[in-house]
């Protein structure tokens, strides 16, 4: 039986990074208890972080990082012309990530003021999916590694793909934490998709968003809630535009 596309054997993964800080790859490197059973499932033909390798015949490409510059149009084009099954992973690749922040402001003489007259080229941030078509999208900032191992392996064994639609609450809530709102701080738990075990509210950190919307996510009423809590509209739509998660359900 064929999955996306794949026949159901060792697959050939390429891993590609784009615009980020390439902190994705680098939770997909860190995973020596792991690493051996994963690789079993599986061939690396290219992952410029971990090998000198260059193969181009790979079946899954996964890509990090978002487009900030033509030539890199060009390449993640290339790239999803050879790739049976392209997987965005990472903020960055699903939503534009923080990069995607500098859309919203005129940044001419921010780069005169860093570089002076040295020549950069950075457009603004396009997500993966605004250039070509995305087979699958695993959001996270950085991603989490058991996730993304778990979705390939599934890719590879033609198994169903899950990723949760209910809101980081419900991890947060399974953990017994006390809710980080009624500490005055900003949590955007209640309309994110969990997945991350609630890890930054269980550090006494609000949610960010870096995974995206929830299932049927109201937006109004958290930011009632959170206002009513003394927080200003505009704190609160900085936070929801923060990964870029949410751009559409904001101003
Ligand atoms: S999603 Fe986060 S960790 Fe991944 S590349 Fe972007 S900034 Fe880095
Ligand atoms: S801390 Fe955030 S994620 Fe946890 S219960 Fe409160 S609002 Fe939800
Ligand atoms: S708690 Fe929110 S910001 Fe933190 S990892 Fe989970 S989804 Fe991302």
Partial sequence: MKYLGIDPQKVRVGVFDFTGCEGCELQLANKEDSLLDFLSLLEVVNFREVSSDRGDDYDVA????????????????????????????????????????????ELDDVVKEVYGDHKVETDKVKRIADVVKVDLEIPG???????????????????????????VCVECKQKVNTCVVDLGQICLGPVTRAGCDAVCPSGKVGCLGCRGPAEDANFESLKQILMDKGHSDSAIVERLRFYGAFNGTVG
């Fill in 62 to 105: 996964l890509i990090e990082g978002n487009i900030s510059r033509a030539d890199e149009i060009d390449r993640l084009k290339d790239i999803r012309a050879k790739a049976k099954v392209l997987v965005a992973i990472g903020s960055c690749a699903c939503f534009g990530g923080v990069n995607q922040q500098k859309n919203r402001f």
């Fill in 141 to 167: 900032c950085p991603v989490s590694k058991e996730e993304v191992e778990r979705i390939v392996v599934n890719v590879v064994l033609g198994a169903e793909i899950k990723i949760p639609k209910y809101p």
